[in-house]
Nanobody, 135 residues
Framework: EVDLEESGGGSVQAGGSLRLSCAAS????????MGWFRQTPAKGDEGVAT????????YYADSVKGRFTISQDNAKNTVYLQMNSLKPEDTALYRC????????????????????????????WGQGTRVTVSS
């Protein structure tokens, strides 16, 4: 079973920074997306950023462009989310996920970010790490 372990959440004042990490283990995917998604009671689920395994691209929600950066260390099967200039509206439970499979391509990562349905591959989710930004 694929396991995802997140770390790096916490509380910060507006304008501050946090770096989230997510280590994936027990997967054998060659083609995959990794990404960060967030949940709030008010907004529900939102795709934050995704990245393709083969270096094909990174994708961001409009609300975080220019402030957040997703990156990966393939050797460590780890994905990172550097969050700068944090705003109170970034407060959420952040969940890491991996979507892998034979037919997963870079555009799959963009579609997944947009929470589109009927995508190729199988998705696995972490438990999440909470980020709280105070004004």
């Amino acid at each position: 079973e694929v396991d995802l372990e997140e770390s790096g959440g916490g509380s910060v004042q507006a304008g501050g920074s946090l770096r989230l990490s997510c280590a994936a283990s027990n997967h054998l995917y060659s083609n995959y997306c990794m990404g960060w998604f967030r949940q709030t009671p008010a907004k529900g689920d939102e795709g934050v950023a995704t990245i393709y395994s083969g270096g094909g691209g990174t994708y961001y929600a409009d609300s975080v462009k220019g402030r957040f950066t997703i990156s990966q260390d393939n050797a460590k099967n780890t994905v990172y989310l550097q969050m700068n200039s944090l705003k109170p509206e970034d407060t959420a439970l952040y969940r890491c996920a991996i979507r892998g499979g034979r037919w997963v391509q870079p555009d799959t990562c963009l579609s997944w970010l947009r929470l589109e349905l009927f995508l190729p591959g199988d998705a696995h989710w972490g438990q999440g790490t909470r980020v709280t930004v105070s004004s």
